[in-house]
């Protein structure tokens, strides 16, 4: 059993896989004390799994505040992390958009799961995570697996740019 916690700016997420499969998951956001995010955010999906700390063999972090992670093991790079985890879940995913509370990036890989081309825009102006992209979706009621299935659709290229705000 293994777990991974992406320690971001503004939410700690943690997921918990057995056999590729996931088990159970928790997304916590936070104002303040991230490594209390980070321990409430294990406690819940553990208890979710029905689960004590002892029952993971190895807990790799990831994101921002990936060394504030007290029960981690190891940490890893959030391009590394999302790769394994696209490549895990499916397999033709080509093109991941991972919008954080300081940052956003877009990242291509190849159907072996190289990475193509990345990039990360650190610009986000109000620092919330609620990105351009996030905004939008809110604004059209959309959700993001419906969003996901017309950006998958998409014939253009997004476009980049310098700043992320919200709108």
Same mark, same amino acid.
């Given at each position: 059993?293994?777990?991974?916690?992406? =320690?971001?700016?503004?939410?700690?997420?943690?997921?918990?896989?057995?056999? &590729?499969?996931?088990?159970?998951?928790?997304?916590? $956001?936070?104002?303040? =004390?991230?490594?209390?995010?980070?321990?409430?955010?294990?406690?819940?999906? =553990?208890?979710?799994?029905?689960?004590?700390?002892?029952?993971?063999?190895?807990?790799?972090?990831? &994101?921002? &505040?990936?060394?504030?992670?007290?029960?981690?093991?190891?940490?890893?790079?959030?391009?590394?992390? =999302?790769? %394994?985890?696209?490549?895990? #879940?499916?397999?033709?995913? @080509?093109?991941?958009?991972?919008?954080?509370?300081?940052?956003?990036?877009?990242?291509?890989?190849?159907?072996? &799961?190289?990475? #193509?081309?990345?990039?990360?825009? !650190?610009?986000?102006?109000?620092?919330?995570?609620?990105? !351009?992209?996030?905004?939008?979706?809110?604004?059209?009621?959309? $959700?993001? *697996?419906?969003?996901? *299935?017309?950006?998958?659709?998409? @014939?253009?290229?997004? %476009?980049?740019?310098?700043?992320?705000?919200?709108?």
């Amino acid at each position: 059993m293994y777990a991974g916690c992406d =320690l971001g700016a503004v939410t700690a997420r943690v997921v918990i896989i057995e056999d &590729g499969a996931i088990v159970a998951s928790e997304t916590m $956001p936070y104002k303040k =004390l991230p490594v209390q995010a980070a321990e409430e955010a294990f406690e819940k999906a =553990l208890s979710k799994a029905g689960l004590a700390q002892d029952g993971i063999d190895y807990c790799v972090a990831t &994101g921002f &505040g990936k060394k504030a992670v007290p029960y981690a093991d190891a940490t890893s790079a959030e391009v590394v992390c =999302l790769n %394994r985890a696209f490549r895990l #879940l499916n397999t033709n995913v @080509r093109t991941v958009i991972d919008t954080g509370g300081q940052s956003m990036r877009a990242i291509n890989f190849s159907d072996k &799961g190289k990475v #193509l081309d990345s990039t990360v825009n !650190e610009k986000c102006a109000a620092g919330t995570g609620r990105s !351009e992209v996030t905004t939008r979706m809110i604004s059209v009621r959309a $959700p993001a *697996h419906e969003t996901s *299935h017309r950006l998958a659709a998409t @014939r253009k290229s997004p %476009r980049k740019s310098g700043r992320v705000s919200p709108t």
